[in-house]
């Protein structure tokens, strides 16, 4: 008599994932649509662009200027859109900046979120469509909130959960990789009294992740002396959706990987202690460096590490196969992670 693992398989084997309609594919494409707009202007935007669009904002000084100064800023807003439109429109080298960024970008998050959706098509695991989310520039910096599926049905086994976990960071990865090399190569290297001159003056500082700085060395230049252009920018998102996507918590795709791994258990500690970890890094990053960036991370971890994880219908356990990529994943979560990514000086 078969026993329930070999009856899950052979249920699995049988149905047929559910397919999008044409009114689904539609929508989608709408969305990615509104993000590629979003992202376009976003990317000449600061903090990620060296291209001055909007130089005519008001300096408060008094609190009836500042009271002023807020009222003002949805007029303020709207016409910092359409100047940045216009420029787009009109400048060459400025809609090649935005395009290289959004056009990057969306590679990285479509590979990601394909990587998913192909894995739970081989599966036969229902699953949506990638849902791309635009945001307004500035109120989202990228021009979005990034992209993600919906799986609707049972995972089937613990080798499904863990491959369709894996599946996503693993091809962002590999397309974020060619994009951060061009951007090495195409960066423009200031000198070294122009860096300092550009450090004493402070803002936002980005830290480079350990496969940037291995990267910059292999090819032979300085991140310290460098500016960011749109394929760095887009490989640097790229790289800090990788690391967080790869926390072991809740759902998140580490979140996958360790329950698939070690079982229900150790995955409800990680996310545990995954929390406790970023809420710590959030208030040394706050005390470090003034930035409160940390703390949207421990927000998100917060809510994930409350979301109890499916089980999954089969509890077949990992080859070594894939107990060896669960530690070339482990791999690219340390290549990518920052513990501080944004730092104001």
Known sequence: MPDLNSLTNELFDRREAMRPTARTWLKHFALLLIAFFTMTIAGVLPPFNNVEIFSNVPDPQTWTEIFQFIFSL????IQL??????????????????????????AILTAHEAGHYVACRLYRVD????????????????????????????????????????????????????????????MEQASPEEAAAALAQGGLY?????????????????????????????AWLGMLITSLNLIPSGQLDGGHAIYAVFGEKIHFWTGRIAFAVMSLISLLGWFLYSSPSGFLFAILLAVMMRIRHPEPLNDTPLDFKRKIIAVLTLLIFILCFVPFPIQIR
Do not use: C, W
């Open 74 to 77: 949805p007029s303020l807003y």
């Open 81 to 106: 859109l359409f100047e940045t439109i216009q420029k787009l429109l009109t400048d060459y080298k400025t809609l090649k900046y935005g395009i290289s960024f959004s056009l990057s970008l969306l």
């Open 127 to 186: 699953a949506t469509l990638p849902y791309f989310i635009p945001l307004p520039p500035l109120i989202g910096p990228a021009g979005t909130l990034g992209a993600f599926i919906k799986i609707v049905s049972p995972m089937p086994s613990h080798r499904a959960t863990f491959d369709i976990g894996v599946a996503g960071p693993i091809a962002g990865f590999i397309v974020l990789l060619p994009i951060l090399i061009v951007g090495l190569f195409t």
């Open 206 to 234: 980005f830290s480079d992740p350990l496969l940037s700085q291995l990267l910059a060395k292999i090819i032979g230049v300085n991140l310290s002396l460098g500016f960011f252009n749109p394929f760095l920018a887009a």
